[in-house]
């Protein structure tokens, strides 16, 4: 294509894109199409081309919508043609950041694995360097943790909750998309964040052992710093940190009070991304709600870098995905028995049982692996014995790990958890100042009262201050609305849902 030819396809495909915004295409649809390559433009058509085939697919269903605007945009009629690109380089993703709700997760749903190669297990002994480093020439030489081996992309366990999670992953690990920078990937404790980290870290260290890549949490970030200035070490930990190749810091959340430490992060962040160096960044929230609560000392620069890369969420798992993840869990755990030679795992959970094992478990995938595990040894008890392991095993397993009625939520909860995350007094909550403020946090915790509890309506109006049936009626309809259009407000609801949830 010649270089006038290429500039009108860039430009037709700008306008294409602002359209298709304009109209309100899920934002996971747009990110996938920004991330697409205009190659070919002709009085017939307007040709893209991407590397990963369910992009492709995703794309040719949007196809209608898509031809709308680029007929619009080009005042005469266009089609669309996506061609498979088979180089090997990477087509350029989106470099504003991108937040995937559950719903627009399902929507990326590839068909077949991403193009990211399949990384391979880690020997225990994998170093990070091939040369050591002494603590002269590098602050975090010594400190280097353990890799657990058995955190990798083979065992992580997929589904719809974390697919777009998983492949963002493997592709900050292979090198494949240098513009996922920063990769943010955040979600409920015990949802598989710090494996997908583990795995980064694992997979770098076993393929490509030149690039330096540290793990850290936020709290030993914080341990970090606090010595090094204890130490008068300032300017050797600021050199060591711009010296890794792969920033990983897990549990960022736990930064939040530190303010030295956070000044700190973010020097060494500006250097590591204008040198073209990778950052991974986890925590329980995203990242505008890192800044929400009242001892916060991120700011909104602050958190507005950490969301200029991609920025995803892990959602909790159903049915389907915990069946998938005991399953996982209990052969690995059998094949590691006999690898490792550990004693007494290598009873047998039946199929059926394990159906069960997935209808009762909670939605902690840390939990599920511990409870796979109290059931396998149960099972390995009771065979030696002469017996087999039964559904009350079951049964009685789960409610150890999950005990029956732990979640009755009432309203007072709700509204403590509303309060706390919407940083608000109780008095102004149910009050009837009407600022907005006031109006969001009001709203949904009328509509968590309405969806979490047995009150009627009625009920709730006079836990709310004595509203009308009318006013709740209102409050429910808004926070509907707004969940069914906003990605954001809908993981704010589900963050405090889930902080309901790990309440005791």
């Given at each position: 294509?010649?270089?006038?030819?290429?500039?009108?396809?860039?430009?037709?495909?700008?306008?294409?894109?602002?359209?298709?915004?304009?109209?309100?295409?899920?934002?996971?649809?747009?990110?996938?199409?920004?991330?697409?390559?205009?190659?070919?433009?002709?009085?017939?058509?307007?040709?893209?081309?991407?590397?990963?085939?369910?992009?492709?697919?995703?794309?040719?269903?949007?196809?209608?919508?898509?031809?709308?605007?680029?007929r619009e945009a080009a005042f005469q009629p266009l089609k669309l043609r996506v061609e498979l690109s088979r180089t090997g380089a990477p087509v350029p993703a989106p470099t504003t950041a991108t937040v995937v709700s559950p719903e627009e997760l399902s929507q990326l749903q590839p068909a077949e694995p991403a193009p990211a190669q399949a990384p391979?297990?880690?020997?225990?002994?994998?170093?990070?360097?091939?040369?050591?480093?002494?603590?002269?020439?590098?602050?975090?030489?010594?400190?280097?943790?353990?890799?657990?081996?058995?955190?990798?992309?083979?065992?992580?366990?997929?589904?719809?909750?974390?697919?777009?999670?998983?492949?963002?992953?493997?592709?900050?690990?292979?090198?494949?998309?240098?513009?996922?920078?920063?990769?943010?990937?955040?979600?409920?404790?015990?949802?598989?964040?710090?494996?997908?980290?583990?795995?980064?870290?694992?997979?770098?260290?076993?393929?490509?052992?030149?690039?330096?890549?540290?793990?850290?949490?936020?709290?030993?970030?914080?341990?970090?710093?606090?010595?090094?200035?204890?130490?008068?070490?300032?300017?050797?930990?600021?050199?060591?940190?711009?010296?890794?190749?792969?920033?990983?810091?897990?549990?960022?959340?736990?930064?939040?009070?530190?303010?030295?430490?956070?000044?700190?992060?973010?020097?060494?962040?500006?250097?590591?991304?204008?040198?073209?160096?990778?950052?991974?960044?986890?925590?329980?929230?995203?990242?505008?709600?890192?800044?929400?609560?009242?001892?916060?000392?991120?700011?909104?620069?602050?958190?507005?870098?950490?969301?200029?890369?991609?920025?995803?969420?892990?959602?909790?798992?159903?049915?389907?995905?915990?069946?998938?993840?005991?399953?996982?869990?209990?052969?690995?755990?059998?094949?590691?028995?006999?690898?490792?030679?550990?004693?007494?795992?290598?009873?047998?959970?039946?199929?059926?049982?394990?159906?069960?094992?997935?209808?009762?478990?909670?939605?902690?995938?840390?939990?599920?692996?511990?409870?796979?595990?109290?059931?396998?040894?149960?099972?390995?008890?009771?065979?030696?014995?002469?017996?087999?392991?039964?559904?009350?095993?079951?049964?009685?397993?789960?409610?150890?790990?999950?005990?029956?009625?732990?979640?009755?939520?009432?309203?007072?909860?709700?509204?403590?958890?509303?309060?706390?995350?919407?940083?608000?007094?109780?008095?102004?909550?149910?009050?009837?100042?009407?600022?907005?403020?006031?109006?969001?946090?009001?709203?949904?915790?009328?509509?968590?009262?309405?969806?979490?509890?047995?009150?009627?309506?009625?009920?709730?109006?006079?836990?709310?201050?004595?509203?009308?049936?009318?006013?709740?009626?209102?409050?429910?309809?808004?926070?509907?609305?707004?969940?069914?259009?906003?990605?954001?407000?809908?993981?704010?609801?589900?963050?405090?849902?889930?902080?309901?949830?790990?309440?005791?």
């Amino acid at each position: 294509m010649g270089t006038d030819t290429q500039t009108d396809a860039e430009y037709l495909w700008e306008d294409v894109l602002v359209l298709l915004e304009e109209r309100g295409l899920a934002p996971a649809v747009l990110a996938m199409l920004r991330s697409c390559t205009p190659v070919g433009l002709d009085d017939e058509s307007l040709t893209i081309a991407t590397n990963l085939s369910f992009a492709r697919r995703k794309i040719e269903q949007e196809g209608e919508v898509i031809e709308q605007c680029l007929r619009e945009a080009a005042f005469q009629p266009l089609k669309l043609r996506v061609e498979l690109s088979r180089t090997g380089a990477p087509v350029p993703a989106p470099t504003t950041a991108t937040v995937v709700s559950p719903e627009e997760l399902s929507q990326l749903q590839p068909a077949e694995p991403a193009p990211a190669q399949a990384p391979q297990p880690v020997a225990a002994a994998s170093p990070l360097r091939p040369e050591p480093v002494t603590h002269e020439t590098n602050f975090l030489a010594e400190d280097i943790p353990e890799s657990d081996s058995k955190l990798t992309f083979d065992r992580f366990v997929r589904g719809e909750e974390n697919m777009y999670a998983l492949e963002a992953a493997k592709q900050v690990a292979n090198g494949v998309n240098k513009n996922y920078n920063p990769l943010f990937i955040y979600g409920h404790s015990g949802l598989g964040k710090t494996h997908l980290l583990r795995a980064i870290q694992n997979y770098i260290a076993a393929n490509d052992p030149e690039r330096f890549c540290i793990y850290r949490s936020g709290s030993q970030f914080v341990e970090d710093y606090v010595n090094a200035m204890k130490n008068s070490e300032g300017a050797l930990l600021t050199r060591s940190y711009q010296d890794v190749d792969v920033l990983i810091i897990d549990d960022i959340q736990n930064m939040r009070q530190a303010g030295g430490t956070i000044s700190f992060f973010f020097n060494t962040f500006n250097e590591l991304i204008s040198h073209g160096k990778q950052i991974v960044l986890a925590a329980d929230r995203s990242p505008s709600q890192l800044g929400m609560s009242a001892d916060s000392k991120f700011d909104e620069r602050d958190t507005s870098r950490m969301d200029s890369g991609l920025t995803v969420s892990i959602q909790v798992p159903d049915y389907e995905l915990k069946l998938n993840l005991i399953n996982s869990f209990y052969e690995n755990m059998k094949a590691d028995a006999i690898d490792e030679h550990i004693q007494g795992m290598d009873g047998t959970i039946p199929e059926e049982l394990r159906q069960l094992m997935a209808h009762r478990a909670g939605n902690s995938i840390r939990l599920i692996k511990s409870y796979v595990q109290s059931c396998l040894m149960t099972a390995t008890q009771r065979e030696r014995r002469g017996g087999h392991l039964s559904r009350e095993d079951i049964i009685r397993v789960a409610q150890q790990k999950w005990p029956t009625g732990q979640h009755i939520i009432t309203v007072e909860q709700i509204q403590r958890a509303v309060e706390k995350y919407y940083d608000v007094s109780h008095d102004d909550l149910i009050g009837s100042k009407r600022n907005k403020e006031l109006m969001e946090p009001r709203h949904v915790a009328i509509w968590l009262s309405r969806d979490k509890t047995d009150e009627t309506l009625a009920d709730i109006g006079k836990r709310f201050g004595n509203r009308s049936h009318a006013t709740v009626k209102h409050s429910i309809a808004w926070v509907e609305e707004r969940k069914a259009a906003s990605r954001t407000f809908y993981d704010k609801l589900e963050h405090i849902v889930g902080d309901l949830n790990d309440a005791d």
